[in-house]
């Protein structure tokens, strides 16, 4: 039991390392990435502690050159997932029970193990595995994941201090106790802070976990548990396992100590999981959580006010880097007809000067999409867009697989706003632009709240503050996440929590006190320092 009221450290944001040619840390990332991308690295699941391996393998390739092989992974029978569950329930018993500051205290030190002796580590594991540039791995990998550590620590004692009012006569207190049962995890392959951040958050709560990454991060989870295990993580709290994802989930919500699922994904699995959850909810001992980040259709509306420089930047910055592969990427832009031409020709210009190839190569700002799926995905909208009358691909619009998963940057401009990808999530280095009347603003606005069912990120850039202000009111519900005078990505822990409703999720707000909120169960405890003795209330007398 705690013997005092604890001050953790005050959450401050990791300083983002800026390798430029010569420093130190450009170097040391340089001879981590050589040696990682020619060593073979055997991962084994993670259940109850220790290290499981099946000898059912499958094997982990850069998407920059898909036939080198820098290691596999181990597939797991439902009998793992099943021990990984008992496991989680048995570790339950003895986690739940441990006093907050010492939870604070392993998540704080994995937040310092990543930003010490693991970043070189982690940042190249997310180079190598999600073709990620060095700065894109760096923002990533080390300093989002040691936020979201640091900053939870932080939301979690400032939850526990909320307190309600008491009397002289009786104490009333709330307990925020762990969820009951176990949690599933399911984590994207974009973003290794995302895949940290969902299981820790839980376990943070005293929760147990049950993990699945995406296949195409494993890679790098593995540096993560490595991180966690070092931490001070107890067997049995973190559970990885990897594999047939339709198996594994069916083994997780079929339990009746199931209680939580934290989703980051598409928008077409969650809301599978939500009906699978919904049709088994009368086996399970509690009404599970259910939250979940899923799809985006971000976008970019520029007033004919806006710096067209401006506006160029947001799109390529926006569009571009980690070749679109972020939810809140850029996807659709609509700018003013008087801007245009400027607009146009800066994007051009730097699109054009975009170098692409492996990450190893701290020159290039463009490499290779996830896989080969998505590679095809890309390039069947790509050639489409070429053979229609209403598209025009003024820069862009290569792509070749022969080595990497290579998809040129590509801007189409439609001649129709509703055109095929101005509403179809792409999840690629593409965007669509759109160029309207400057008269016809308002209506412009309102075609950008109608066009796409989801409702992540948006941007407007204008000089006009009233144009400002119609944009924000217009455009209420259609972003979690408002830019103004800026581009829709770059969320940062602690200053702009993230999260869309609509086709987007449930908008609870990661690197926010709001969604550690949904792993916790508060229990309402009233003390009553002088118990009455008679039932009669003054009302009854003669």
């Given at each position: 039991?705690?013997?005092?009221?604890?001050?953790?450290?005050?959450?401050?944001?990791?300083?983002?390392?800026?390798?430029a040619?010569?420093?130190?840390?450009?170097?040391?990332?340089?001879?981590?990435?050589?040696?990682?991308?020619?060593?073979?690295?055997?991962?084994?699941?993670?259940i109850?502690?220790?290290?499981?391996?099946?000898?059912?393998?499958?094997?982990?390739?850069?998407?920059?050159?898909?036939?080198?092989?820098?290691?596999q992974y181990?597939?797991?029978?439902?009998?793992?997932?099943?021990?990984a569950?008992?496991?989680?329930l048995?570790?339950r018993?003895?986690?739940?029970?441990?006093?907050?500051?010492?939870r604070?205290?392993?998540?704080?030190?994995?937040?310092?193990?990543?930003?010490?002796?693991?970043?070189?580590?982690?940042?190249?594991?997310?180079?190598?595995?999600?073709s990620?540039?060095?700065?894109q791995a760096e923002i990533?990998?080390?300093?989002?994941l040691?936020?979201?550590?640091?900053?939870?620590?932080?939301?979690?004692?400032?939850?526990?201090?909320?307190?309600?009012?008491?009397?002289?006569?009786?104490?009333?207190?709330?307990?925020?106790?762990?969820?009951?049962?176990?949690?599933?995890?399911?984590?994207?392959?974009?973003?290794?802070?995302i895949?940290?951040?969902?299981?820790?958050?839980?376990?943070?709560?005293?929760?147990?976990?049950?993990?699945?990454?995406s296949d195409?991060?494993?890679?790098?989870?593995?540096?993560?548990?490595?991180?966690?295990e070092?931490?001070?993580?107890p067997?049995?709290?973190?559970?990885?396992?990897?594999?047939?994802?339709?198996?594994?989930t069916?083994?997780?919500l079929?339990?009746?100590?199931?209680?939580?699922?934290?989703?980051?994904?598409?928008?077409?699995?969650?809301?599978?999981?939500?009906?699978?959850?919904?049709?088994?909810?009368?086996?399970?001992?509690?009404?599970?959580?259910?939250?979940?980040?899923?799809?985006?259709?971000?976008?970019?509306?520029?007033?004919?006010t806006?710096?067209?420089?401006q506006?160029?930047?947001?799109?390529?910055?926006?569009?571009?880097?980690?070749?679109?592969?972020?939810?809140?990427?850029?996807?659709?832009?609509?700018?003013?007809?008087?801007?245009?031409n400027?607009v146009?020709?800066?994007?051009?210009?730097?699109?054009?000067?975009?170098?692409?190839?492996s990450?190893?190569?701290?020159?290039?700002?463009?490499?290779a999409?996830?896989?080969?799926?998505?590679?095809?995905?890309?390039?069947?909208?790509?050639?489409?867009?070429?053979?229609?009358?209403?598209?025009?691909?003024?820069v862009?619009?290569?792509?070749d697989?022969?080595?990497g998963?290579f998809?040129?940057?590509?801007?189409?401009?439609?001649?129709?706003?509703?055109?095929?990808?101005?509403?179809?999530?792409?999840?690629?280095?593409?965007?669509?632009?759109?160029?309207?009347?400057?008269?016809?603003?308002?209506?412009?606005?309102k075609?950008?709240d109608?066009?796409?069912?989801?409702?992540?990120?948006g941007?407007?850039?204008?000089?006009d503050?009233?144009?400002?202000?119609?944009?924000?009111?217009?455009l209420?519900?259609?972003?979690?996440?408002?830019?103004?005078?800026?581009?829709p990505?770059?969320?940062?822990?602690?200053?702009?929590?993230?999260?869309?409703?609509r086709?987007?999720?449930?908008?609870?707000?990661?690197?926010?006190?709001?969604?550690?909120?949904?792993?916790?169960?508060?229990?309402?405890?009233?003390?009553?320092?002088?118990?009455?003795?008679?039932?009669?209330?003054?009302?009854?007398?003669e």
């Open positions: 039991m705690g013997k005092g009221f604890f001050n953790v450290p005050i959450a401050v944001n990791e300083p983002v390392r800026e390798y040619p010569g420093c130190q840390y450009r170097e040391a990332i340089a001879k981590t990435y050589k040696t990682m991308y020619n060593s073979n690295l055997d991962v084994p699941m993670y109850n502690g220790k290290d499981v391996t099946t000898g059912n393998t499958r094997t982990m390739s850069p998407p920059h050159d898909h036939k080198h092989v820098v290691g181990h597939l797991a029978e439902k009998s793992h997932v099943d021990e569950i008992s496991t989680a048995e570790a018993k003895s986690w739940s029970q441990v006093p907050w500051q010492d604070a205290a392993i998540f704080l030190k994995a937040a310092e193990l990543i930003a010490g002796p693991y970043r070189a580590k982690i940042n190249a594991a997310t180079m190598i595995a999600q990620k540039t060095i700065h990533d990998a080390s300093c989002e040691i936020d979201f550590l640091r900053f939870n620590v932080q939301f979690m004692t400032e939850m526990y201090h909320e307190q309600p009012q008491s009397t002289s006569g009786a104490w009333n207190k709330i307990e925020y106790r762990p969820l009951e049962g176990f949690v599933y995890a399911v984590s994207p392959f974009n973003f290794t802070a895949a940290g951040n969902l299981p820790a958050c839980m376990a943070m709560m005293g929760n147990v976990v049950v993990w699945k990454p195409s991060q494993i890679y790098s989870a593995k540096v993560i548990m490595d991180v966690f070092e931490a001070g993580v067997a049995g709290v973190i559970n990885v396992v990897f594999g047939d994802p339709v198996m594994i069916d083994t997780v079929a339990s009746p100590d199931f209680s939580g699922l934290h989703f980051t994904g598409s928008t077409y699995v969650f809301k599978e999981l939500w009906k699978q959850i919904g049709n088994n909810i009368h086996n399970y001992k509690t009404y599970p959580k259910i939250v979940g980040e899923t799809g985006g259709k971000d976008f970019i509306v520029a007033h004919k806006a710096n067209p420089k506006v160029a930047t947001a799109i390529t910055r926006g569009a571009f880097e980690f070749q679109g592969q972020k939810c809140s990427a850029a996807s659709r832009a609509y700018v003013s007809k008087s801007i245009w400027e146009k020709e800066q994007v051009i210009a730097d699109v054009k000067s975009f170098k692409m190839g990450p190893e190569d701290m020159g290039n700002f463009i490499t999409v996830i896989h080969e799926g998505s590679f095809d995905k890309l390039a069947k909208y790509i050639d489409q867009a070429k053979a229609d009358k209403g598209a025009d691909i003024i862009g619009g290569g792509h697989k022969s080595k998963y998809i040129e940057p590509t801007v189409i401009v439609a001649e129709d706003p509703k055109y095929t990808t101005m509403c179809d999530e792409l999840f690629g280095p593409v965007i669509t632009i759109y160029v309207f009347e400057d008269d016809n603003y308002s209506e412009t606005l075609l950008v109608e066009t796409s069912d989801y409702a992540l990120t941007a407007i850039l204008a000089k503050r009233y144009a400002v202000i119609e944009a924000t009111k217009a209420e519900n259609c972003a979690g996440n408002f830019y103004i005078n800026d581009k990505t770059g969320a940062v822990v602690g200053q702009q929590p993230f999260g869309g409703a086709g987007s999720g449930t908008n609870d707000k990661a690197g926010s006190i709001l969604n550690l909120q949904r792993w916790v169960s508060p229990r309402m405890i009233k003390e009553t320092f002088v118990t009455p003795v008679d039932y009669r209330y003054p009302f009854l007398g």
